[in-house]
């Protein structure tokens, strides 16, 4: 069996890792593909610093990230309901439906934040009445927020 090498990746490569991770390769792959390629370089002492400086450099920047979308759930949960205004036919029953832009915007005339539309899980909303909303804000981070949709 050949002995391994440790290199660490300059670029993602896809099944192998990302940017900055420390791999070990078969002698043959980094000699002939990734070196070459410069898709890789040797994983020295000061090379290896410099990683985990990156990586800490990541954290403290997710961790932001995280605490930023802690305080925006706050804002949003303090409002609580949101309402939105529909053209309203017969029975209650609402024209077309409530979209994720509509509550998007709804959410930052009430709190001045911006959300990412994308991040709103609605139900089926058909008629007035008060609806629950889930709202991603990061990937640990969810709020839940009353909707109701009033006719105007």
């Known amino acids: 069996m050949a002995k391994r090498i ?11 890792g990302k940017s900055g991770d420390l791999v070990e390769v078969a002698p043959g792959y980094a000699r002939n593909y990734l070196l070459p390629k410069q898709f890789a370089t040797f994983a020295t002492p000061a090379i290896l610093k410099q990683v985990e400086r990156r990586r800490e450099k990541e954290r403290q920047r997710l961790l932001e990230l995280k605490e930023e979308s802690i305080a925006i759930k706050a804002a949003i949960e ?49 008629k007035t009445g008060t609806y629950k ?13 009353d909707i109701e949709v009033v006719a105007s």
Request: hydrophobic share 40%.
């Open 6 to 16: 440790q290199l660490v990746l300059t670029q993602d490569i896809s099944k192998l």
């Open 78 to 126: 303090a409002v609580g309901r949101f309402s939105i205004a529909k053209q309203v036919g017969e029975a209650d029953a609402i024209f077309g439906t409530v979209t994720g832009p509509e509550v998007a915007e709804a959410i930052q005339q009430a709190t001045g934040k911006e959300i990412d539309r994308r991040g709103i899980t609605l139900p089926e909303i058909r």
């Open 133 to 145: 909303a889930e709202i991603k804000l990061h990937p640990e981070v969810t709020a839940t927020v």
